[in-house]
């Protein structure tokens, strides 16, 4: 039985270097057809001139589930990063239990398969004690590791020499390692002396989880990395300055990337005075104000010290997040994401501050390259899955709380206009999402095997 064809008509088609207009057919779930020609098709959508870009791939997501589906479950996750645009959401390993070996892989793999939206790949835990375990679950497919140099969130930290051992593995299995970079030294005593100087206030925050710290972090994982010759990943750069250092090293020719988040260009420490424990995250925002990001961080990120971006979505429920009210230390780390990102960053491009076609690359392209899953996703090519989003840049909507499709139910933006709507959303060519509702139903997302991608 012949398969239902679907043919996109009138498309502007974005990758990281041009647009083109043409038409896509997609046959399967697979794209088919790029061409200007007329084709036959059982089903026709006329984009009528509309940017058509790569569904995003998220290489930084925490849906916590199993174990903490208070927070989120991965149903509701993968409705969230469908609405936002995230056609392939890759989740960490920070679930009950953590995922440090094969057997908990496969069981999550199990668990979380039945109740996708969209595609999802894992990244397995990285830690002192389970490097013996990580060519079982690289063979198995996963996008990579993850790994903190700090004590966060119950996972056990890899300090400098431990740091070597795990890259030494990492380089032998040419696999990637994404790594949360704060010094666990200077945020423990900065804690300390805070605490005892009574300081409850939002800011302090800041000083806790300090620039230095970061700083720090991140130079002696440049230096391990730089050594063992392994892939890394420097997981939501904070700041410009840290970004060039990455960027030194990448220039040197060593595979060494930087991450970057929305929030750092949204969201400012005049915001988080405002607003307390709604925009409490870490790595914490390092701009003052909207100026020091449009003078600082723009640039950097339009001459390509950001490598790729995700979202670290990281949600509580509301009644967690506003123990931080009257005293920032009651709330835990992390905000919602993934319904945000691609909408924020696609607003930043009616603004004029980048072009569309960095979007993709940071967005969609890159992120598929560095995770192994290119060009199953990641890019609209004759081959590879149809997963894109259909724009539409002139429309404008106010981000609210009553909108979020995330457990959590709120958003650090509440109230932020912005300008350029997600009209359609598909995996494999089924609509997932539509102008910020959800349509897909739990179960259609598969697991995407980086193994499987580079047999292909």
Known sequence: MSQEKTLLKNCQIVNSRDIVKGNILIENGVITAITTKELKADKE??????????????????????????????????????????????????????????????????????????????????????????????????????????????????????????????KRLDATLLVHCENESITEVNEKRLKEAGRKDRLSHLEWRSLLSEKIAVEAVINVAKETGARVVIAHVSHPDIMAKIKEARDQGYTIYAEGCPHYFNLTQDMLEEKGPWVKFTPPMRMKNQKEIDEKMWPAFNSDHITLIGSDHCPYPKEVKEKGLDNIWEAPNGIPGVETSMRLMINAVNQGKTNINKIVEVMSENPAKIYGLYPKKGTLSVGSDADLVILDMEAEETLKNENVISKCGWTPYQGKKIKGVLDTVMVRGKVVAKRGKPVGEAGYGQFVSRAEVQKS
């Open 45 to 170: 959508i006329d984009v009528k001139n509309r940017y058509v870009i790569p569904g995003a791939v998220d290489g930084h997501t925490h849906m916590m589930d199993p174990g903490k589906t208070q927070n989120e479950d991965f149903t509701t996750g993968t409705q969230a990063a469908a609405v936002g645009g995230i056609t392939t959401a890759i989740t960490h390993h920070r679930t009950i239990p953590p995922v440090y070996s094969i057997k908990e892989l496969e069981d999550k793999i199990n668990h979380v398969s039945k109740k996708a939206v969209v595609d999802f790949g894992i990244k397995g835990g990285g830690a002192p004690d389970n490097i013996d375990e990580l060519e079982a679950m690289w063979k198995r497919g996963v996008t990579g590791f993850k790994a903190f140099t700090c004590d966060l969130h119950g996972s056990k930290p890899l300090h400098p020499g431990d740091m070597y051992y795990f890259l030494q593995e990492i």
